[in-house]
């Protein structure tokens, strides 16, 4: 799990700090509003739950580089040294809203997460290596039985990266928001009516395992549904899960070149992939072999690493980056041209990401991170502002 939100985050912080470069090579000090230690973060709570909330702001600090926590106020906390076995964490919980109402926090500059759960607090511990997050496809995992959720952000100089994540699972509904300097606001995140449910039941009526993501509660409350990167763990979803469509890839590029142009903002850099003895080789422009991928299994494609690992670099990361997408979203036997950003022609095919299938569908603004690179192509729920007055999380209801 660390993988992959870690690898968003540092997409998110690299994407600041170019930002921020952009910035001081712009018109002077008026080009860049300095953006504050911390900024309020407006809570509301319009679950129609009665449960107490429990928010936690908890991540890396950008001004020391320690992990810890920050109480209401903004001001930060490291964390005392963990232990082997780990040892509970100091409570990190902020008294959330109550139902119907709003409460103001602040949010210090971090890159991490925002914690909520309902009725319970979470448990959390310390290793030797830092915080131990929650990983609820473990059934041992000591959150398992809760119904909590997170967002993800980064706060620095260059501003706000706030998002709704589903990379890991689908639970508690929230939106995300933040308000710019000159007072508008935008907001992603939020369901259609009804959809909260729809994911669920969809997921249900899904053959081939994809019932078995939904986990609930002995009382019978649903608590979540895994991604298929851990349904693949839990054995919910059949290892063979996606080897259909994955080898007509394989068969149609063995005769098709694949193009992928992987910066949007750089036509002019290509890649062209074609597979022989069973391998994808991707040569540039001058015909050089620059990476080569193996065909990729399930847990490949739904997680984005392994066969499809994706380093921070400027070749092997941005096209494995594409083909993770191309994989999740079925588009890759439609189009030899890589990225394809029309989402209309997403998840077609019979052998798809069906998770994220019905997670884009019913987001009213048909944006999610349903998988790791889910922001290929600007599909992801992320707001971001260079000079943010305020940010908000939104807990909506479980209609």
Known sequence: MLVRLTRRLLTMATAATLLGAALTLGSGPAAQAAVPDSIPLQLTNNSGRGDAVHVYVLGTSLTTGQQGWADASGAFHAWPAGGNPPVPAPDAAIPGPAAGQTKTIRIPKLSGRIYFSYGQKLDFRLATGGLVQPAVQNPGDPNRNILFNWSEYTLNDSGLWLNSTQVDMFSAPYAVG??????????TGR???????????????????????????SDGTVLRALSPAYGLETGALPAAVLDDYVNRVWQKYATTTLTVTPFGDRPDIRYYGRVSGGVMNFTNSSGAVVTSFQKPDAPSVFGCHRLLDAPNDQVRGPISRTLCAGFNRSTLLTNPNQPDTSAAGFYQDAVTNHYARLIHDRMADGKAYAFAFDDVGNHESLVHDGNPRQAYLTLDPFD
């Open 191 to 217: 369901l259609k009516a009804g959809g909260y449910r729809a994911v669920l039941n969809g997921l249900r009526a899904q053959p081939g395992g994809w019932a078995g993501l939904v986990q609930t509660r």
């Open 178 to 187: 933040v308000q710019r300097a000159d007072g508008t606001t935008v907001s």
